[in-house]
């Protein structure tokens, strides 16, 4: 499975792809680190945390391709090469599938909280308006929805879903929320996923504090939502104390994707 990274410029602007040469057969291609240092772009959020190991889904990885295998096996004389290029392509379109449902739920509530026509299948609007009145429930004032911010202190960018508020215990609080679509089964408690949190506390300490560490009146949550249980919605509340270690591991990681890619956006 290709996982491209996602670009931003200074402005925030999306620089996920460029055009190609007249005459190539796509208008388009995925931006690549030669383009970045050109254009002086910065990488986002989850683009920087693909440096971190992810044993949970590394093995899920590996059970895709061992599923795909176990269901087709070689035919005849098919030569390696072939065989591998199609299980893979096999074993990672669930990833695919479940990419673009989680596409449609964020597209969905994005539309709704901006009192736009919604144009979506019943179960992808159930499960849209079922995190929406998660967001009223939690009394949580939207300021911003998919809000795309730019860190220059630490160099990155990223695409946030919620850009909240709150008040609490009498003090205004100032919050990111970011949803998950998520498979469930009725019962079973939902966990943070790893890099959630981390995401989270990058995007919180970009916007609201210029790169800054989190205090006591800033908080982040991430909404998972299940496309199993439709209607279901579960709720993991990251206090200032999580928000400002996952920050620190951030920052971390950007120094591991500066020194792989020997590309420094603060410095371009």
Known sequence: MNESLHWYDASGRPAHTQPTKKGAK?????????????????????????V??????????????????????PIAD???????????GKAFDEVSDAA????????????????????ASASVLQCSLAAVDKVNELGLAVKHSE??????????????????????????QYGI?????????????????????????????????????????HFGMNIYISTTELGRVDVMEYDHNLLNRELEMFHHACAIWRHRYEYDPRSS
Not at 194 to 215: C, E, V
Request: charged residues 25%; proline residues 4%.
């Open 26 to 50: 796509n208008a388009t291609r995925a931006t690549n680190i030669k383009d970045a240092r050109e254009l002086k772009l910065f990488p986002s959020v989850s683009s920087i945390l693909k």
């Open 52 to 73: 971190l190991s992810n044993p949970a889904l590394d093995r899920w990885k590996m059970s895709k391709v061992a599923e795909a295998c176990f269901k087709q096996p």
């Open 78 to 88: 098919e030569k390696m090469e072939e065989y591998v290029h199609a299980i893979l």
């Open 100 to 119: 673009d449902l989680g596409t449609q739920i964020h597209a969905t509530i994005e539309n709704v909280l901006s009192n736009k026509p919604v144009d």
């Open 147 to 172: 809000l795309t911010t730019v860190c220059v202190a630490h160099g990155y960018a990223g695409t946030t879903d919620l850009v909240v508020t709150r008040v609490k215990d009498g003090s205004l």
């Open 177 to 217: 929320v970011d949803f998950k679509s998520t498979k469930t089964q009725e019962g079973d408690p939902v966990s943070s996923k790893s890099g959630h949190a981390a995401q989270i506390a990058a995007y919180l300490s970009s916007h609201w504090l210029g790169g800054g560490k989190p205090s006591e009146q």
